[in-house]
């Protein structure tokens, strides 16, 4: 299948590839003609408007930020423990405020999307970004506790955007194509992890050891936010959204500007309604219920193992890992833009492929990888911390190696797959409840990996620290076997039924789904 970013009229029915310059309401995206599985007779996910993709794309835009504000302290924080005095504790509180705040804002902004609307809350995080950006940069040496502030609402806005972009993303799109482009989430994740990394290298090439270069670390990211600001008005509320709220004209109206043909907006319209009846005459869905269990064992377990592979510890102590593996500071930083890089170009070859190869798949050759890289990491720390050798050049290259596989496992499994399936899972009536969920064990978990990496890393040498991890990655594999379902391709309001749900009681088929 050809790129799905290729412009055309559909008025004038210009063959594929070629551009005709039209209006944003007539743009579409040129792809082959797939019948919607749900749709009307005769309706077919012909093309995909650019108002589709723009919208995508500012959502994930929220993504970049999220991804540059995870990896960029990993340069700024041994400045920041020099400037401010900070013993190891603190500035592991400090460091880790952030992840406190994202914590909290994924537990409630499920339930604020849910109720205000998903670009309201879009809207909240930008602000959120700015003023931690902003206050990060400004923050006095002489008050630890303001940084710690600043840090803490910028966590607010990750933890709320890692639950409301994939959801507006994945309401927004063709069932086709909604892999691709809820995935433009982790690409912008992943894209921001690459632009701090690099920013950070040059940063510190051009202020060296300057006291401040942190406050210039941390103040960059007031870019991005400010632009994303900037771009939200142009993109429309979700007609799911809409429609659960009543206004069905706006929600129709919205429907006719996102989809190509009037067949397809009647077709969404009606899923939409189908599924908002089906609810009529029950009070607001219950969400901790047995008819949900399975969707909720579903998300706990993709988010508990994303974190168990490590990569949030890994990111945020990447300088030094390749630090204490025999790389001076210098070498340390350009490492860990090849990390980034390689981080990139898994990204993208993941999001290429995960609507024709499936959730399942990427995941199974994810774990793989992660196996791989994490037993070699293992088996070169122990030899190296075994009868005292030392450290030195070739033993940073071999975990340089180590961590450029581990990090391309991540990327093409977990990392372009956990977003998309959170966001497919969970019934209409309990999505915001549901991504929250799944997001909040993602940072719990990010949390404690995050603090437990280096204590035991000093306790007990690297070697240890990966076969930690190594040994999640092998019941990950198995679960992936055993239970994950596959969900590529399925219009949001056959979910629960290919998954065997009912919102009322219990399920039907605890693993019904399994193998479509």
Known sequence: MGPFWQTRSTAARLPTCRFAFVSDRSAVVSVS???????????YVRSMKALVIRSAVVAATGGLIFGFD????????KQIQEQFGLSDAALGFTVTTALIGTIVGA???????????????????GVLYVVSAVGCAFAPTSSVEILQLFRFLGGLGIGASSVCAPIYTAEIAPPKFRGRLVGLVQ????????????????????????????RWMLGVMVVPAVLFLVMLPTVPETPRWLAGHGDLVAARATSERLCSTPAEADAQMAEIQESLAAEQGRERTRFYTRGHRKVILLAIAIAFFNQMSGINAILYYAPRVMQDAGASTDAAYLMSVAVGVMNLIAT???????DRLGRRRLMLIGSVGYLISLGFMAAVMFYYESDGRSFDGTSSILVLLGLMVFIASHAFGQGAVIWVFLSEIFPNSIRGRGQALGSLTHWVWAAITSFAFPPIIGAFGGGVAFSIFFGFMVLQLLWVIKVMPETKGIPLEEMAERLGLDDADGSTDPLAAKGH
């Not at 409630?108 to 995080?125: H, M, N, P, W």
């Open 70 to 77: 995870t990896a960029v302290i990993s340069g700024a924080e």
């Open 348 to 354: 993208m070859a993941a999001l290429t492929v995960i």
């Open 107 to 125: 537990l409630v902004s499920g339930r604020l999307a849910d109720r205000f609307g998903r670009k309201k809350v879009l809207y909240a995080i």
């Open 33 to 43: 003609v797939v019948p919607a599985r749900s749709a009307a007779p005769g309706a």
């Open 187 to 214: 690409f912008n994740i992943v894209a921001g992890i690459l632009v701090a990394y690099a920013s950070n290298a040059i940063i510190r090439t051009v202020m060296g050891d300057d006291p401040h270069a942190w």
